[in-house]
């Protein structure tokens, strides 16, 4: 979602902001702006559009000082324009957003009354105008701030900079992440860690409910009951080299391409040498749980659903899975002896959050496999498993889905274990399996001047079904939605048995038809819907491996051969045709790959 970058430093903040918002450009946006205050005096430049448009505005009408904040927006109350744009002033103060505040109608409406004029459309705004009354009320900095912040309702992180005041900056949290950096002499305030990266390896992570008043000094936090609280300073490890795009024309692709070495360093963290699987003391006993609950959104809803097939079929363990944005709102019964897992690559990510803290109190055990070990979702569940992909900064997710499916096949491999389903001989045949990954992984990428030629002939499509069957099916989800993501195209996923009953009716000569085919016990099935749609002139591009392509190519628009692996895990290897057919049909359409319109990388408000 948006992103947020405070300084209050010893060089001119501008230049530094901009750097740091040109990291956060992975998360999403659609408009930027800075503020500094320099001599005393506040003032800010806006842009809508990338923040080249920014750069060139700063060429022409730069902003000196060494205090400032500065936002990446994507818009959620008013368009992308200027007036929109953040960071927003109300006389004296300047406030940057990410999140809702839920009840902003109410306090516009309430301003109004007073005399307020407003001047944009957001939900923001009213923060400002909210801060500005009290300072007018004879309120310090801190006292508006913290009478403000407890009139918000919603999602909110919050960073507020003040006219006259060069040493000074107010955040605060609640809903979404936010983190104050120590320097030497110089304080920092982010949204992301990796925005503070080039800044300081020092970092406060705040609190739910947490508000701080930040000075060179240093910073004092509050908690949600305004009483003053010490939080913890923690090193953050980003390695910067994972952060460019080390020779690739796109982020994409550089981390599909880092696919074979982060699933192999994940396997390496959680397995020793002789192959057993190694997770904290605090994982449940599989053996005494009677179900298993998996949340997500996006892409990680796709790995979940592709685990279920893991946790039934080796532990015998029943899974149910839900999409984050409806699982509390059915209020579903949540037994004594349920375990609750939930995914995210973030782990901010609002929705799944908020699930977990429905299921707090009522699940047995949460669990929680995430790609940021110091995200509010690890922070709030019982045990977070990283999945150890580096850091991900393309919208479109890969690395972090094939090292979410990793870690989720080690855990479904213990939990048969713990249920007596696998015994030593099985469980060393499945961790050899998954262990061969990487390296399939590797003869696949090999596979990228076929998949580029293939993707070719999709980008003139409108329309495009993905087929697939058992683990196969969530793979045909996830390279529908992939496609959708970065290309435009409409794509769909459909379980392949489902196409008669409605998906055959879009069948014709202009729409492709990609099938997930290995070589498994249901590659009969497969192959039998397959033929229904060439019987109806659909052209196929069929996906499998050697045996599946001798026994099935004919008649195919075309076949692309797959190494043959298990068909168990088959789905982590699969998943790399359907990123790079995704990413090379966005190429030949001329789509942002990066940065595709209207989506943001963590979505940290519902």
């Known amino acids: 979602m948006c992103g947020i970058i405070g300084v209050l430093g010893e060089h001119q ?158 955040a605060a949290r609640l809903g979404s992440p936010l983190a104050v950096g120590h ?47 010490e939080r913890p300073v923690k090193r953050i490890a980003i390695d910067a080299a994972r952060i460019e795009k080390g020779g690739h024309r796109h982020f994409m692709a550089k981390e599909i391409a880092e696919q074979p070495t982060v699933l192999g360093e994940m396997l390496g963290h959680y397995l020793d040498a002789s192959g057993d699987i190694h997770f904290p003391d605090a994982l449940p006993d599989f053996g005494t749980v009677d179900r298993l609950v998996m949340v997500a959104c996006g892409t990680a809803f796709y790995a979940c659903q592709t685990a279920k097939y893991w946790f039934e079929q080796l532990a015998g363990l029943p899974v149910e899975i839900d999409i984050a944005s409806e699982f509390r709102y059915r209020q579903p019964p949540i037994g004594a002896n349920t375990a609750a897992l939930f995914v995210s690559q973030s782990g901010e990510t609002a929705d799944t959050l908020a699930a977990l803290r429905h299921c707090k109190g009522r699940a047995s055990h949460i669990l929680s496999v995430v790609n940021v070990p110091e995200s509010s979702i690890a922070r709030e569940s019982d045990l977070a498993l990283p999945i150890r992909a580096g850091v991900e900064v393309g919208v479109a997710s890969t690395k972090a889905f094939t090292c979410q499916l990793g870690v989720l096949a080690l855990l479904a491999v213990r939990a048969a274990e713990a249920r007596g389903r696998l015994d030593a001989a099985g469980v060393a045949e499945k961790i050899g399996m998954l262990r061969s990954v990487p390296g399939l992984m590797n003869l696949t990428l090999g596979l990228e001047p076929e998949i580029e030629r293939l993707a070719g002939g999709l980008a003139e499509a409108r329309d495009i079904l993905f087929l697939g069957r058992g683990p196969m099916y969530p793979l045909a989800l996830e390279g529908a939605l992939k496609l959708k993501e970065i290309s435009y195209i409409h794509a769909e996923g459909y379980a392949s048995g489902e196409l008669k009953h409605g998906p055959i009716a879009l069948i014709d000569q202009a729409v492709p038809v990609i099938v997930f085919a290995p070589t498994d016990g249901l590659f009969d099935k497969t192959v039998s819907n397959m033929q229904e749609v060439m019987a109806r002139h659909g052209q196929v591009l069929l996906i499998t491996d050697k045996a599946g392509a001798a026994r099935a190519a004919e008649g195919t628009w075309e076949t692309l051969v797959m190494p043959t692996c298990d068909p168990l895990f088959a789905p982590i290897v699969y998943a790399l045709p359907a990123q790079l057919l995704a990413y090379y049909t966005a190429l030949a359409k ?13 979505v940290t408000v519902e």
Request: no cysteine.
């Open 13 to 170: 903040a501008a230049p530094l902001m901009v750097e740091a918002l040109k990291r956060l450009e992975y998360r999403g946006y659609d408009s930027a702006g800075i503020a500094t205050v320099h001599e005393g005096r506040l003032d800010r430049r806006r842009a809508v559009g990338k923040l080249v448009n920014l750069q060139d505005l700063l060429v022409d009408s730069p902003l000196a000082g060494r205090a400032g904040i500065g936002h990446t927006r994507w818009a959620t109350h008013g368009a992308p324009t200027v007036s929109n744009a953040h960071p927003h002033a109300a006389g004296p103060v300047a406030v940057v957003h990410n999140g809702i505040i839920e009840n902003f109608r109410e306090l516009r409406a309430e301003l109004s009354a007073l005399g307020v004029n407003f001047e944009s459309e957001t939900d923001t705004e009213t923060v400002a105008q909210l801060v500005a009354h009290h300072l007018r009320q004879g309120k310090s900095p801190a006292e508006a701030a913290q009478a403000t912040f407890g009139r918000l309702e919603g999602a909110f992180a919050l960073a507020l900079l003040f006219d006259g005041e060069e040493d000074l900056l107010i």
């Open 590 to 602: 001329g789509t942002d790959v990066d940065q595709p319109r209207n989506l943001a990388k963590s």
């Open 183 to 229: 320097g030497e002499g110089e304080m920092f305030v982010g949204s992301d860690a990796i925005a503070l990266a080039p800044l300081t390896d020092r970092v406060t992570y705040l609190d739910e409910g947490d508000w701080a008043v930040v000075t060179r000094a240093g910073v004092q936090v509050y908690d949600k009951t305004n009483a003053p609280v």
